[in-house]
């Protein structure tokens, strides 16, 4: 197994908006090569939102990517497909109160929970959804004690509710993050990808947001006659934002081409940023984490099936930061990374581009 992944340097790069800053990481680490024969190969990516993550609740923010891959990683070691993989990564990230989805959902203007969420399977290309989803006890987010503060001060009153969303809508989205996600390929190239959110804070009931709907919360696709590459997105940030541009089917049509870091990027700019469903917007907020992977040989002339797994893997964002987490299974540890705009980059107007390779050689028989 060969990892090169690292920040190296950054350099800002022109774009057709002049209002668009977008930051390329070259990623380059010397290389280091592992033989762990018998072991089962695969590799997982996550997020915990693409938003704004303090300095403060940084190590916290880690630690449940670092779980979330963890839970994903012993699944694929195990066997299992990549879709168990995924779920078994988003169910951790749900049980986390620093993470809005799940426990540490946002609370609605009626001060109740309502989930979004989704998972799509690239081999059959099915793809499962619930939207609006309530039922949840107050047991269920009581850990966190500032939304729990925040429903018990709601009105009943809907206009008292509007002007008080009106009055708190900038702090509130200063300190939200949004959506919860992880993409995945197991041993045989399989792709998966999930997604799960509790909503902006203060929504209206039974709204619903990008996780809940087809191309824009995720999308996971395998390789095929006109995809040389399998492809798996998951997406954070304004669901309205993320729904108009249907962003996670523009990044994975994006990734056949063959420069994946410059596909994503340009995606971000022209199809995100710059998208004329989004004109009349200030700010253009979302982030997004891509996996695309294909089996090449080691010894081209080799007639010799091909048994080594490249998998490229990015996060970019237009968020202040976003936080991140991957591991491949025959990784001792997960790494964890929370990636931030440059300073003077202006959230909405700018994009953070950051990832990594990954090559995973099949275990010999």
């Given at each position: 197994?060969?990892?090169?992944?690292?920040?190296?340097?950054?350099?800002?790069?022109?774009?057709?908006?002049?209002?668009?800053?977008?930051?390329?990481?070259v990623?380059?680490?010397?290389?280091?090569?592992?033989?762990?024969?018998?072991?089962?190969?695969?590799?997982?990516?996550?997020?915990?939102?693409?938003?704004?993550?303090?300095?403060?609740?940084?190590?916290?923010?880690?630690?449940?990517?670092?779980?979330?891959?963890?839970k994903?990683?012993?699944?694929?070691?195990?066997?299992?497909?990549?879709?168990?993989?995924?779920t078994?990564?988003?169910?951790?990230?749900?049980?986390?109160?620093?993470?809005?989805?799940?426990?540490?959902?946002?609370?609605?203007?009626?001060?109740?929970?309502?989930?979004d969420?989704?998972?799509?399977?690239?081999?059959?290309?099915?793809?499962?959804?619930?939207?609006?989803?309530?039922?949840?006890?107050?047991?269920?987010?009581?850990?966190?004690?500032?939304?729990?503060?925040?429903?018990?001060?709601?009105?009943?009153?809907?206009?008292?509710?509007?002007?008080?969303?009106?009055?708190?809508?900038?702090?509130?989205?200063?300190?939200?993050l949004?959506?919860?996600?992880?993409?995945?390929?197991?041993?045989?190239?399989?792709?998966?990808?999930?997604?799960?959110?509790?909503?902006?804070?203060?929504?209206?009931?039974?709204?619903?947001?990008?996780a809940?709907?087809?191309?824009?919360?995720?999308?996971?696709?395998?390789?095929?006659?006109?995809?040389?590459?399998?492809?798996?997105?998951?997406?954070?940030?304004?669901?309205?934002?993320?729904?108009?541009?249907?962003?996670?089917?523009?990044?994975s049509?994006?990734?056949?081409?063959?420069?994946?870091?410059?596909a994503?990027?340009?995606?971000?700019?022209?199809?995100?940023?710059?998208?004329?469903?989004?004109?009349?917007e200030?700010?253009?907020?979302?982030?997004v984490?891509?996996?695309?992977?294909?089996?090449?040989?080691?010894?081209?002339?080799?007639?010799?099936?091909?048994?080594?797994?490249?998998?490229?893997?990015?996060?970019?964002?237009?968020?202040?930061?976003?936080?991140?987490?991957?591991?491949?299974?025959q990784?001792?540890?997960?790494?964890?990374?929370?990636?931030?705009?440059p300073?003077?980059?202006?959230?909405?107007?700018?994009?953070?581009?950051?990832?990594?390779?990954?090559?995973?050689?099949?275990?010999?028989?």
């Open positions: 197994m060969i990892m090169e992944k690292g920040i190296s340097s950054v350099e800002v790069l022109p774009s057709k908006s002049s209002q668009v800053t977008a930051v390329k990481v990623v380059k680490e010397p290389e280091t090569k592992q033989t762990q024969r018998g072991k089962r190969v695969g590799f997982v990516l996550v997020h915990a939102g693409a938003g704004y993550h303090s300095e403060s609740k940084a190590k916290e923010y880690k630690h449940v990517c670092k779980r979330a891959c963890q994903a990683i012993e699944k694929l070691q195990a066997g299992a497909l990549a879709t168990d993989a995924v078994a990564a988003l169910i951790e990230l749900e049980d986390s109160p620093f993470t809005n989805a799940g426990l540490g959902s946002n609370l609605n203007l009626l001060g109740e929970i309502e989930c969420a989704s998972i799509m399977d690239g081999k059959s290309l099915n793809f499962g959804a619930v939207g609006a989803l309530s039922g949840f006890s107050l047991a269920a987010f009581k850990r966190n004690k500032r939304k729990l503060e925040l429903a018990e001060k709601v009105e009943t009153d809907l206009i008292q509710l509007k002007k008080r969303r009106q009055s708190n809508e900038k702090v509130i989205d200063s300190g939200t949004d959506t919860v996600g992880a993409v995945v390929v197991d041993q045989e190239g399989n792709v998966a990808a999930a997604v799960s959110s509790g909503g902006l804070a203060l929504k209206h009931p039974g709204r619903v947001g990008q809940a709907l087809y191309g824009c919360g995720c999308w996971a696709e395998n390789t095929g006659a006109h995809s040389p590459y399998s492809t798996a997105v998951s997406t954070s940030g304004c669901g309205e934002h993320l729904v108009r541009t249907i962003l996670a089917r523009e990044c049509c994006a990734l056949q081409t063959e420069d994946a870091h410059q994503l990027l340009e995606t971000m700019q022209n199809k995100f940023i710059g998208s004329p469903f989004l004109a009349n200030d700010g253009v907020l979302g982030g984490i891509v996996l695309r992977s294909c089996r090449y040989s080691s010894e081209p002339e080799s007639s010799q099936e091909k048994r080594t797994l490249l998998v490229e893997f990015l996060w970019s964002h237009t968020t202040e930061s976003m936080c991140v987490g991957y591991m491949s299974a990784d001792g540890k997960a790494k964890t990374h929370i990636s931030r705009l300073p003077g980059a202006v959230a909405g107007q700018s994009v953070a581009i950051e990832g990594g390779v990954c090559r995973l050689e099949s275990p010999e028989s």
